[in-house]
């Protein structure tokens, strides 16, 4: 057994497809499985100890719930903190289930405040209390603060331990006071050095770099960065996330209403958060709730996309009923029949691509009042061209395909009207959407299709029926 698992046992850039340098390879996931199988503790360790916690999530969230309950108990003594926080929502309940209380303790004593507010603001009571009770009081006080704020908050985001400096300082004595400050009374990891007033107000932030790099008698005064943005806790989330990625940031403090410094968001988690909007922007494009991962139930997956396969339903009915309006110059004339969906997929084409770059936009706040009336005639225009463009060649198909020079105007000028209104509807509708304070990515997509739908099934057969019959 031994021999087969060290055939298994090969590192992952040798295991790795062009391409997938950075996945977990097949045959390192069939070892550890293998390892878990056997109930190889010694070997599962030697598998386990090369990989990044991220690489871990990523193994735990992949294999079924009965190999992930089987490899944490036998891995459970090398669990730690780091690997908690690289979890899914999705399975990180599940997980803390299967963990010994001791193991569990441990893993969130090494983790920093922010890591241990995220892992236990979506959890039971019961399991939010077993993991506060291993904090030291401290640490807990900490925590507890922070889930006071309200969910999807700078407050939520931050992590409240925080390297400060008084304004009269010079070099010397910032590093003096971090080297006499004891190891776990600092941050894991931090940038700057927060300069704050008598009143805790930060006026600005000094980055290590520059710190490390002065002269010990050089006031901090002299070293602030040139961008300093300070971030109320009460902030949304995405906004702090737009912000760190619109400025550059690379860490932010955190006011209370009193503008008292109370932490400190670093660019790690910001970035998650812009990583977890864009992915919600993108399923609810598609009509799936933002929150569905690849580990959800059958019964969890279903019921979230249920509700918007019906709302498509009801708007796929209101499509038909134009076409029923039609029944007489349908029977009349099969080749409608044939060529209406063409103008319809066009049309719904043309609105999504409009769709994603204004939904887009807005997400990232490109899209304005200042600028929307631009946008929406630059689309409407690149319709009209994509239009003749595409009028010219179904014109033409119309004309051989079925021997109607009639038949060919009609499905040419149908193709114009609904390329048009495709831009309108994929740029107008999302901006509505988003003033009346509706998601715009998750509603804005079965508004564009049943527009799109509607208007090209009209135009053709309208038409059709105006000069054909």
């Avoid at 691509?353 to 939904?359: E, G, P, R």
């Avoid at 807005?362 to 929406?376: E, F, M, Q, Y």
Wanted: net charge negative; proline share 4%.
């Amino acid at each position: 057994m031994a021999d087969q698992i060290e055939e298994l046992d090969v590192p992952p850039e040798e295991d790795a497809e062009e391409g997938e340098v950075y996945e977990l390879g097949r045959r390192q996931v069939d070892g550890i499985l293998y390892a878990v199988e056997i109930d190889d503790r010694d070997k599962l360790t030697e598998l386990m100890d090369p990989l990044h916690a991220a690489d871990i999530a990523d193994l735990l969230e992949q294999i079924t719930p009965y190999d992930r309950a089987h490899l944490i108990r036998l891995y459970d003594r090398e669990f730690d903190g780091e690997i908690l926080s690289e979890l899914d929502e999705s399975i990180r309940e599940e997980v803390i289930g299967v963990l010994k209380p001791q193991v569990l303790a441990q893993a969130v004593r090494d983790m920093d405040s922010d890591d241990v507010v995220d892992l236990v603001e979506d959890l039971e009571d019961h399991q939010q209390e077993a993991i506060l009770d291993a904090l030291e009081d401290a640490d807990r006080a900490a925590v507890e603060q922070s889930l006071a704020w309200p969910e999807y908050s700078a407050g939520r985001l931050m992590q409240r331990e925080v390297v400060m400096a008084p304004e009269h300082w010079n070099v010397g004595q910032a590093i003096d006071h971090l080297r006499g400050t004891p190891e776990d009374a600092l941050p894991a990891q931090f940038y700057h050095i927060v300069m704050v007033d008598p009143r805790l107000h930060p006026v600005g932030n000094i980055t290590l770099g520059k710190l490390m790099r002065s002269r010990r008698e050089v006031p901090l005064s002299d070293l602030l960065e040139e961008t300093f943005q300070i971030m109320p806790a009460t902030l949304d989330e995405g906004d702090v996330a737009y912000a760190f990625n619109q400025y550059h940031l690379i860490s932010a403090p955190v006011v209370d209403a009193e503008g008292r410094l109370i932490g400190v968001i670093t660019i790690d988690d910001a970035m998650v958060v812009l990583d977890e909007e864009h992915e919600e922007d993108i399923l609810r494009l598609a009509g799936v709730d933002g929150e569905s991962t690849l580990s959800d139930s059958i019964r969890a997956t279903t019921r979230r996309r249920l509700p918007w396969l019906a709302v498509n339903l009801v708007t796929a009915i209101a499509a038909s009923l134009v076409i029923a309006q039609f029944e007489l110059a349908i029977a009349q004339i099969v080749a409608l029949a044939v060529l209406m969906p063409i103008v319809a997929s066009m049309g719904g084409n043309a609105g999504t691509q409009s769709l994603t770059v204004a939904v887009r936009a807005i997400a990232t706040k490109d899209l304005t009042g200042s600028n929307v009336w631009r946008v929406i005639r630059r689309e409407c225009a690149v319709g009209l061209i994509n239009g003749l463009v595409f009028a010219v060649v179904m014109g033409i198909v119309g004309v051989i395909w079925f021997g109607s020079p009639a038949l060919g105007y009609v499905i040419a000028v149908a193709m114009v009207i609904n390329m048009v209104v495709a831009g309108l509807a994929g740029t107008g509708i999302p901006i509505v959407l988003e003033r009346i304070g509706v998601d715009p990515a998750l509603a804005s997509g079965a508004f564009v299709t049943t527009v799109t739908d509607i208007v090209g099934f009209f135009a053709f057969l309208g038409l059709a029926a105006l000069v054909l019959l």
